[in-house]
């Protein structure tokens, strides 16, 4: 079979349909991540006893399980066992990207924080500071430049999550290309340009965030 760039054209509206609901589910995923992840990174570094391994459980239970497990679990199995519960399938992408991003997120935060030198926390409880103001100025500050990188590198990971929600049949980009083919069969040349698309969101992101980065001069 010939390769014929032509039967992209008409494609392209929807692709693009596709690639904007895939930069919607993850950038609302990568917040509520970075939440998620701020609390459990916090409660890992500096929670008590209970907070810590709540936390400790949340992170290795979802890091140790495959993200596609968990939207079919989301959106297959929990409605099943709260019969009044009712999750959309975007819903269901959103929330699992959250809860997926903000386990690894968890990680960042409490190596990002840990990292800084006691020096920093020290200076701020000498200048009459509490532990919680110290955390806020002082530490969390240093902490956000380090942790921009990972967190940048863990956006473009969920965009590429984002093709496996096809599972549960939310319109992003794979699965507008999946529906494209059912009605033209050029698989060849639909898959090559999700693929364009894709590579072309993570470089342009990949390049933005290393600007960012040079700007801010992580360290």
Do not use: C, H
């Not at 930069?23 to 006893?49: D, E, K, M, N, P």
């Not at 992408?93 to 920093?120: D, H, K, Q």
Request: charge should be positive; hydrophobic fraction near 55%; glycine fraction near 8%.
């Amino acid at each position: 079979m010939e390769f014929d760039w032509s039967v992209v054209w008409p494609a392209l509206p929807l692709l693009i349909e596709g690639a904007k609901m895939t930069l919607l589910i993850s950038v609302l995923g990568l917040i509520g991540g970075v939440i998620i992840g701020l609390i459990a990174g916090f409660a890992r570094a500096y929670g008590g006893w209970l907070s810590r391994n709540i936390a400790l459980v949340f992170i290795e239970l979802i890091r140790g399980t495959p993200i596609v497990v968990q939207v079919m679990f989301i959106y297959f199995a929990l409605p099943m066992a709260i019969p009044d519960l009712r999750i959309d399938p975007f819903s269901a992408a959103v929330v699992t990207i959250m809860i997926n991003s903000g386990a690894y997120i968890a990680e960042i935060t409490r190596g990002a924080v840990l990292s800084i030198n006691n020096g920093f926390r020290e200076a701020g409880l000498a200048l009459g500071l509490s532990r919680r103001e110290t955390l806020r100025y002082v530490i969390m500050p240093l902490a956000l430049r380090r942790m921009l990188p990972p967190l940048g590198n863990q956006w473009i990971v969920s965009i590429k999550d984002t093709s496996l929600f096809i599972v549960i049949g939310v319109a992003e980009l794979t699965r507008q290309g999946q529906e494209i083919i059912a009605g033209n069969f050029r698989a060849l040349e639909i898959w090559s340009a999700v693929a364009i698309i894709y590579l072309v969101i993570t470089l342009v992101l990949s390049f933005v965030l290393r600007r960012i980065e040079k700007r801010m001069k992580i360290l």
